[in-house]
């Protein structure tokens, strides 16, 4: 989501493809990363796409997870929701915990009709691996509880995890928290100020200063973080 910089460290991040040589997949793929974003080439989605198809039908799970994107963003390729999920549950077939987050966000927010426990396990599973996007949407299925048993407090709990994992998203609402006084929190505009200064913090250290609170809260409001 915001954190480019992980994610663009994620894309460069090669591993072992079934069905062709170690230095074919790695070519194949990192020329793909290269047309996504215009390294040493012209921008091209759709060649991007191609190339991560190509990969993806060896079983290369990092392509499988970025073809799922694809389908997800409508860049390179028409948008199709659909074909994500199931690129998606190909990855998470070699243990992707990013394609195990990209799939909930997909039920959550896109397809809107899901099996609430397979939303959750799909959270708690990615959370060793990935625990600032996962606790950030534990925090939003408890708060809707979509996860069974669950409390505001523990929302809570769960966006202040995903904050101290660098979700700059968790310390923007853990602000916005404090500052109203939601999810049964007490207000305190001293807290509200620090998890603010903490988000503005993180977005200079991760080159993400044209990120702003405002903006940050509007995503929130819009996607149903805020009530």
């Known amino acids: 989501m915001l954190l480019i910089k992980k994610i663009i460290l994620f894309f460069l ?25 215009g390294y040493d080439v012209k ?11 190509q990969s993806a039908n060896t079983g290369y799970v990092l392509a499988q997870y970025n073809l799922g994107h694809c389908y ?4 390179g390729r028409e948008v ?29 927010f896109d397809i809107g009709s899901f099996n609430a426990n397979e939303v959750v396990s799909l959270l708690e599973d990615a959370s060793t691996d990935e625990p600032q996007y996962a606790y950030f949407l534990l925090g939003y299925v408890c708060h809707k509880r ?10 809570v709990d769960y966006y202040t995890q995903a904050a101290y994992s660098v979700n700059l998203l968790s310390t923007i609402m ?22 603010r200064e903490n988000f503005e913090y993180g977005a200079s250290l991760l080159g993400e200063e044209g ?17």
């Open 72 to 75: 997800v963003k409508g860049k």
């Open 174 to 195: 853990l602000s916005y928290i404090y500052e109203y006084g939601i999810y049964g929190v007490i207000k305190d505009q001293e807290k509200a100020k620090e998890w």
């Open 211 to 227: 990120q702003t609170y405002e903006s940050g809260v509007e995503y929130l409001k819009e996607r149903g973080f805020i009530d």
């Open 13 to 37: 991040t090669f591993i072992f493809s079934l069905n062709v040589s170690s230095g074919e997949a790695e070519k194949i793929y990192n020329e793909g990363i290269q047309y996504l974003f």
């Open 146 to 155: 979509i996860k069974p048993n669950c409390t505001d407090k523990k929302a």
């Open 43 to 53: 921008v091209n989605p759709k060649k991007a796409c191609d190339l991560f198809e």
């Open 80 to 108: 199709d929701i659909d074909k994500a999920k199931y690129w998606y549950l190909k990855a998470i077939k070699q243990n992707s915990s990013k394609a195990r987050i990209a799939l909930a966000y997909l039920y959550l």
